[in-house]
């Protein structure tokens, strides 16, 4: 520990703190800009210079530790001078649309304009940068960019893509793919991460709003919404509600006040994905234990990140991943199938939007291979934000609105389908499943979590040792089914090197683009809580656990429609529920 | 930079450009910290740095290609366009400026009728210009290729440039 001053404070701190910390753990907040605690701790933007008596020059709080006997200030007159200069030649070629931006309001730009005090603008020159990329996931507006480089930590180091970088130099600096290259041109997996920590407009989803409003106030359309988990637990943070607050029953009354005919829930597809997943598992595994070839590991397909990524980076593995499409699109393309054959609707008229915590998923549901009888599964993809801002435009009073519940038949779901939003649950999900199909009876876990794989870990692993399985399966028995969950990119590259290698130990992996999984996704809103990823994951875990019935098998709803459908890896269920995929390596 | 190593590599006429490039980034450990060397001695093999060369140069050594690109657009030295067959570098650090630099980047983009980091219609010269080359003794300073002229007045540039 050593003792220091602040503003002639005086305080005890460990050695490995910094001046920021330090301050903020006292109650002193050094205003700062680019900094994202234990993920970007450059100092690229030196908002938060501080004077450390002593010291040449001004010193980054974020980066400078603290030391015995050192004395700062952090709003002495030449810092507060200093911090107002830096602002304003951050803003001076910072294209000032903020009435007519997207961020208005929640920009950190903005934020800490008025936390400066900032008043006139004496820096004005013309935009360095005027460029708008608009790809079909990620839209880019480069005036809107100041260089806190946020964006290349996400997409370097922790997602390890590399698709953002500073590219030429000085005033001509942009924060751009490979030679300024349009980001739909290169292997941009479209994971949003980015559009997440972005703290001005210059990086968000690609608006989706125009269109969904278009079908709603169209007469002759039916309108159908469906919303992933991850959905209903972060919805909310845009109300004010605080981190980890469900608002499900408040989330289907929202949607339903807008105009929507039929609101489903994609809950209901995860569990229809747990019984084709989990029946695809089984096929390979059954061809394993006899002796037939396969393909193991099996890679889990619902996060079109990961998927993009895979297509982009290791083609070879493709044949790893399942065929199944993730609960969205399986849910979309029975909306225009099952569900309006059995209301006799016109399923050409039909407009299928799948709210989603995902930037990536904009880019899924136009792949044209997920079509079926000439029509797109879905039809546009809104983000977690993108829901809240409809529902502000539309004027309706969330906070007061009554629960209400998502409409039959496909809106009933189990405990399994809820942690599908993230990392480890859709591993859980399907073991349970799997585990009860082979052995007759609950995987033998507390509360049936998978202890080993529940957390933010990076990568995790569980060996499942199967001992009593049923008769039929006794090919099965003495099997240790080894399984691995990771999130985030840059672990989803070294499961996959693995596989290639030859090394990797498992029969069943689990992965999700984004680092903790959906409940983090790059469509979720953008939080400030440093909690967020616990209390997001703990809420998703406490729908799971709140519910009577808590594996997909069990979901009476999807009883009900295999009965009328056919069975899990069916001919018509492949037609409709399984995709392939393409390598676009090249 | 160790000149003979990359000499070496350009007398080798029986090997091809990229596996030259392959030699060098071996040469160098593939290490990302060598990036800057491996770039300039790729540069003199290829003549440029376009963008399929960056990135055969990214995947060799395992890093990004927005990280090549991002060293390449970032130092005047590198060209992604196809130079000509001399280039003319024109200092404009502080020392050369004052005296003059700017003249004569004036006068050449008359001359030559080309922009700075382009080249002319014949091939024949490409026009750069640099922050400081490290002679501000001889202000204003001008090279071309490895030549370096020293106090260029703008009239003496089309004798100069006659010459090549």
Known sequence: MVNLSINNKIIVASEDTTILKAAKDNGIMIPNLCYLEGVHEFGSCRICSVEVIGAKTLMVACMTKVKEGMVVYTHSSKVIKARKVLYELMLSDHAKACLSCNRNLSCELQKLGETLGIEGNRFETTSCRTQIDRSISITRDLSKCILCRRCITICNEVQGVGILNAQNRGFDTLISPTMDLPIGSVKCTYCGQCTVVCPTGALKETDSIEDVWKAINDPNIRVVFQTAPAVRIALGELFGYPVGTSVTGKMAAAIRALGVDDVFDTDWGADLTIMEEGMELLHRLTDFVSGKKTTLPMITSCSPGWIKYIESYYPEQIPNLSTCKSPHMMLGALAKSFYAESKGLDAKKMFVVSVMPCTAKKFECSREEMQNDGMMNVDAVLTTRELGSIIKQAGIDFVNLKDEKFDEPMGFSTGAADIFGLTGGVMEAALRTVYAILMGKNLPFDNLHIAPIVGLDKIKEATIKLEGVLPQYKKFEGIELRVAVTSGLSGAKILTEQIKNGTSPYHFIEIMGCPSGCICGGGQPRSHDPEVREKRMSILYKEDENKNLRQSHENPSIARFYELWGSPGCFKSHEYLHTHYFDRSK | ?164
Not at chain 2, 6 to 31: A, F, M, P, V
Not at chain 2, 74 to 98: D, N, Q, W
């Open chain 2, 1 to 164: 930079m160790n000149e003979t190593q990359s000499d070496n590599c350009l007398d080798n006429k029986g090997i091809s450009k990229l596996e030259q490039i392959d030699n060098i980034i071996d040469l160098y450990g593939g290490k990302p910290s060598n990036l800057i060397q491996i770039l300039h001695v790729s540069q003199q093999i290829y003549g440029y740095l376009p963008l399929d060369v960056q990135q055969f140069i990214a995947s060799k050594m395992k890093m990004h290609i927005s990280e090549v690109s991002g060293v390449v657009s970032f130092y005047s030295f590198f060209s992604t366009k196809p130079r000509g067959e001399h280039t003319i570098l024109i200092c404009m650090g502080t020392a050369c400026y004052v005296r003059g630099g700017k003249k004569l980047v004036d006068e050449l983009r008359k001359q030559l009728s080309i922009e700075v980091g382009e080249t002319t219609s014949d091939g024949k010269f490409s026009l750069e210009i640099a922050r400081c080359i490290g002679a501000c003794g001889l202000a204003p300073a001008m090279m071309i290729d490895k030549k370096v002229y020293k106090s260029v007045n703008p009239n003496r540039l089309k004798s100069i440039l006659a010459t090549y």
